[in-house]
């Protein structure tokens, strides 16, 4: 069973940013694939990004290509959320999702375990 425990939300101004951090531990093999989720009020849960850490491959939802950049430290089995450029439609709860050693998703449904959310607020 692998636990997931995120931190560093919080609230932030427009064109401000923010680092969201992924602990994951309870996890047997060394090569994983994990997500970004986020999902706003009255909207469903929309990927953000995702990362691969044996192929190294990693891949953004449009509306955060170029702003955003996941990350993930191995040693520390964390995956990290850096956000830059925040923009009020930003804000939503943030999760982040493990779907062990396989290839990088983008569905809801192609994830095993989540974190249990992170509140991000962008004020103008």
């Known amino acids: 069973q692998v636990q997931l425990v995120e931190s560093g939300g919080g609230l932030v101004q427009a064109g401000g940013s923010l680092r969201l951090s992924c602990a994951a531990s309870g996890r047997t093999f060394s090569s994983y694939t994990m997500g970004w989720f986020r999902q706003a009020p009255g909207k469903e849960r929309e990927f953000v990004a995702g990362i691969s850490w044996s192929g190294g491959n990693t891949y953004y939802a449009d509306s955060v290509k170029g702003r955003f950049t996941i990350s993930g430290d191995n040693a520390k089995n964390t995956v990290y959320l850096q956000m830059n450029s925040l923009k009020l439609e930003d804000t939503a709860v943030y999760y982040c999702?493990?779907?062990?050693?396989?290839?990088?998703?983008?569905?809801?449904?192609?994830?095993?375990?989540w974190g249990q959310g992170n509140q991000v607020t962008v004020s103008s």
């Open positions: 999702a493990d779907r062990g050693g396989r290839r990088l998703r983008v569905g809801v449904d192609e994830y095993d375990y």
